[in-house]
């Protein structure tokens, strides 16, 4: 499942929208306001960097029947190749046929942070089309401080478990403190283990990795499908290096324009348009704990506020082998990462009836380990390390202290009365980053590129549709193709009309019809 994540309440915003410009007009403005253009690299490889694009990589069997593992270098620093190297992780599975091969396809599932390869592993190499897996190679690569790849990591399991219950609606000024205590350590502890690789994990450089490994793949053009953050991987390829796009599909797509605060109060509308569409589905089935027919969706909102508010007053028993109890931290998390899915709904009514009927807290528990990536041993991956180690260097943070989110609070809380608060809190995480950012929201038009396919959701709550259409707008060969659904991305997710039109078009090479819209 495409990842997206933040800091405490990680749905809170796919990292991505957790740092962004600090100042308040920006922080408010427009994707029109963006007036920087990212700029093409030179078509010529240069001198410094020949060695990586000339390496051959050494497969492996990956212990996964089917799928084969290699290890590619890439400069750690791009400015200084001389300076070292990053090992990334890289996993394919070779086209099986019948037909004759297209070529490599790379996949990329979203986050920052969420692995390529377990991603290749248990979905895309399996569940992809059998036509478009007998066609291509489908290939996967951990980014730099991903998974597999020299991965970055914060807390050890105790800490990321005290971090993730941690209150991000404070009331008082002791728990604003407490929270603030808590993205310093998170933030110290990433500077502490990996202080060499935190500064070199932003886009541009994992997308530059991209482009040394369809090099070593021998293919002359890339050929991508990325979802959530991956839409902002493969609209970055493009705008870098143009001519080498081949077949792009940007599915569930971020506008890179945006200020951080900005992109935090889209998607904050985002999750109240896809709570919505929940409760009013909610309300037509006879076991939802926020109400019965009749119900609207502003009374099963105020319902899951209540409910909410008694989550911190009183957690919830979760009969947690290390003793965590549900509070109104985790239990937002469980609700929140059900809207991802409308598959999930049912999942979610079952886990709020226990939780709000019974007192059983163990449903939304799941629903919130899930989301993290915690294991039934309380092991975590490093998904929420690397999201925060991204995001934070690609963009300034989005408020520099307290003062500044309590001002925000207003506007966050009109967008979404039952997530505002937690989504802006959430936003403060990289005012205290240890290590610089290095880019700025900007724009792509990847003049030169091939026809991109653009797919929005409609009623998607992590990257509103408003997005895609930006994105589209963007790109001088964007194409978008709208699902009129819930959920977040759509290749998949059981709509024809869309699977068909991605496939025709990573098949084919034949883009959608200007406007074409599915459901």
């Not at 001389?82 to 990334?88: A, E, P, Q, R, Y």
């Not at 143009?242 to 792009?248: D, F, V, Y």
């Not at 060969?477 to 869309?498: E, K, M, P, V």
């Amino acid at each position: 499942m495409p990842r997206t994540g933040g800091p405490l309440l990680v749905a809170a915003a796919l990292l991505l929208s957790s740092c962004a410009a600090s100042d308040g007009q920006r922080g408010e403005a427009s994707a029109a306001d963006a007036v920087a253009m990212l700029t093409a690299l030179p078509q010529a490889t240069p001198s410094s960097l020949a060695s990586y694009y000339a390496q051959k990589l050494a497969w492996r069997d990956c212990g996964v029947p089917g799928f084969q593992c290699a290890t590619m270098k890439a400069p750690l620093d791009y400015d200084k190749p001389s300076s070292g190297d990053v090992k990334l992780a890289v996993a394919r599975k070779k086209a099986t046929g019948p037909g004759s091969r297209l070529g490599s396809l790379l996949v990329n599932p979203g986050g920052p942070g969420g692995s390529a390869i377990d991603y290749l592993q248990q979905y895309a190499g399996l569940g992809y089309p059998a036509e478009v897996r007998a066609r291509y190679d489908i290939v996967a690569m951990d980014p730099r401080g991903v998974a597999r790849s020299e991965p970055v990591k914060c807390l050890d399991d105790r800490g990321m478990d005290a971090y993730t219950q941690t209150d991000v609606t404070p009331d008082d000024r002791a728990e604003t403190d407490a929270l603030v205590g808590e993205y310093r350590k998170f933030a110290e502890g990433c500077g502490a283990r990996d202080a060499r690789i935190l500064r070199h994990v932003s886009t541009v450089e994992a997308t530059r990795d991209m482009d040394i490994l369809r090099a070593v793949l021998g293919d002359q053009k890339l050929n991508y499908v990325g979802a959530s953050y991956g839409t902002f991987l493969g609209a970055t390829y493009a705008g870098l290096f143009p001519q080498r796009s081949g077949r792009l599909v940007l599915d569930g797509a971020i506008d890179p324009s945006l200020s951080a605060r900005r992109t935090n109060l889209d998607q904050t509308a985002g999750f109240e348009t896809a709570f919505q569409s929940f409760a009013k589905d909610c309300a037509r089935q006879s076991d939802c704990p926020l109400g019965g027919r009749g119900t609207t969706p502003r009374q099963a909102g105020e319902h899951l506020e209540a409910f909410f508010r008694k989550l911190d007053a009183h957690p919830l028993s979760t009969g947690d082998a290390n003793g965590r109890r549900l509070g109104e931290a985790l239990g937002t998390t469980g609700v929140i990462a059900a809207m991802y899915d409308k598959a999930a709904w049912p999942q979610l009514r079952k886990a709020l009836a226990s939780a709000m009927n019974k007192g059983d807290g163990v449903g939304l528990l799941a629903l919130s380990d899930m989301y993290y990536e915690r294991d039934s041993k309380g092991r975590y991956s490093n998904l929420m390390y690397a999201n925060a180690a991204v995001n934070c260097l690609d963009s300034p943070a989005a408020f520099a202290d307290p003062a500044e989110v309590e001002k925000a609070l207003p506007t966050f809380e009109k967008a979404s009365p039952v997530f505002g608060a937690g989504l802006a809190w959430s936003s403060l995480n990289c005012a205290y980053w240890p290590v610089r950012p290095t880019g700025e929201p900007h724009r792509i038009e990847a003049k030169g590129a091939a026809p991109i396919v653009v797919v929005g959701t409609t009623r998607d709550p992590a990257t509103p549709y408003r997005w895609a259409q930006a994105l589209a707008s963007q790109l001088s060969s964007g194409r978008l193709l709208t699902f009129d659904g819930d959920g977040h991305t759509a290749y998949g997710r059981g709509s024809r009309c869309i699977d068909s039109a991605i496939d025709a078009y990573l098949l084919r090479g034949t883009p959608p019809t200007p406007g074409k819209r599915c459901s």
